[in-house]
């Protein structure tokens, strides 16, 4: 459901090649085999290192990606999802993947008060933001489609080895604010099982870091500075064995009368979320947390966000506000440069 702009440096400035489709390298030779494909409505880069059979690795990696795509994506009318949407709240048989994604969802719904809500698929399907149909909905619209945000509503069970959902009649489901953290969180833990050590995976700004960088350390992820043109950061993140999530406003959005439109949308008001905030960063291991929190966070705002962030204090997290500051929690001090000057620097919960 939302846009990122992570510009890799660094390590990734000899990554210049954008359609490498399965470009193996020679194993051992220090640089990576390569593949890049459209999916999950953006293209997907993944770069192995140093593993033998790499082609046939990110072909099954490739395969991988699709299968759950086929399953969660709300445009996709035999997806699990838009079954479930168009069941008019009857009880529908999902995968097992499918009802994990879900459970996992509900959770992170609950951890964020709701600010994070999966149950926003009527809302998201009335804006379009992303297509060539967006628009603005009527008053009359968005308040309809408010009746029917409530994700403690959404029902699952499991009968011996088969899981079932249920969806309130008018309610539908959009997981594209966590479903791609979470294929990311799956593909990691393939990739490990098959003996990749080193890797990064950029699922459409979605970083994931498996081990150490090739040079040895840290991966280095620079953050985008939303008003700036690609590729000028106003930070780096440092770290290893952990996904980095950006959000922002910047990239998904239409204009209508003079009016920007962003794809983060408010559960409460049904509108693009009127933030203060043109960025928020989460760096986890969890991917489809990271990926959740970013929206919530940015949904939450400049005033909710921090203090948030400063009841839960193992969220390492950049919120970077309109007004150019930087607002750093304490868990990420370590881990996060602040490289452009012209911005301000304090952390989350210290004293000034």
């Keep these: 459901m939302k846009r990122r702009a992570l510009w890799i440096f660094a390590i990734a400035a000899a990554f210049v090649c954008l359609a490498a489709l399965f470009a193996a390298r020679p194993f051992g030779g220090g640089e990576p085999a390569v593949s890049e494909n459209f999916r999950l409505g953006t293209y997907v880069r993944l770069s192995l ?19 759950l ?35 996992k969802s509900l959770a992170l719904a609950r951890f964020t008060d709701g600010a994070f809500d999966p149950a926003m ?15 603005v909905p009527s008053d009359a619209e968005i308040a309809e489609a408010l009746k029917h945000i409530d994700f403690t509503k959404i029902e ?38 098959d003996g990749v050590r080193r890797a990064m995976l950029d699922l459409g700004g979605n970083l994931d870091f498996i081990g150490d960088s090739p040079r040895g350390g840290p ?37 209508k009368d003079g009016v920007r439109y962003h794809h983060i949308l408010d559960p409460a008001t049904g509108r693009p979320a009127r933030s203060g905030l043109s960025s928020v960063t989460v760096i ?18 400049a005033e909710r966000a ?39 620097l304090s952390f989350i919960g210290e004293r000034r």
């Excluded at 986890?284 to 705002?301: E, H, I, Q």
């Design 306 to 344: 921090p203090e948030f962030l400063a009841r839960r204090g193992d969220i390492k997290a950049v919120l970077l506000t309109e007004d150019g500051r930087a607002l750093v929690t304490p868990s990420a001090k370590n881990i996060f440069r602040l490289t452009d000057e012209a911005l301000s």
């Design 49 to 67: 290192y140093d593993f033998r059979g790499a082609d046939d690795e990110l072909k099954a990696a490739d395969d991988y990606i699709r299968s």
């Design 219 to 255: 991966w280095r992820a620079g953050l985008q500075r939303p008003d700036r043109p690609r590729g000028e950061y106003f930070g780096i993140v440092e770290a290893s064995d952990v996904s980095v999530v950006t959000s922002g406003p910047y990239e998904r959005y239409f204009e």
């Design 284 to 301: 986890d291991a969890d991917s489809a947390r990271a990926d959740a929190l970013c929206t919530a966070l940015f949904v939450m705002g």
């Design 121 to 135: 698929g009527w809302l998201t399907s009335l804006w379009k933001i992303g297509t060539q149909e967006a628009r």
């Design 69 to 103: 795509e086929n399953l969660f994506s709300v445009n996709i009318p035999a997806s699990d999802v838009a079954r479930l949407n168009a069941s008019r709240g009857a009880w529908t048989e999902i995968s097992a993947e499918t009802a994990a994604l879900i459970e």
């Design 156 to 193: 699952l069970r499991r009968e011996g080895g088969e899981f079932f959902a249920r969806l309130p009649l008018g309610m539908a489901l959009d997981l594209g604010a966590v479903a791609k953290g979470h294929i990311a969180d799956l593909l990691k833990a393939r990739l490990a099982s």
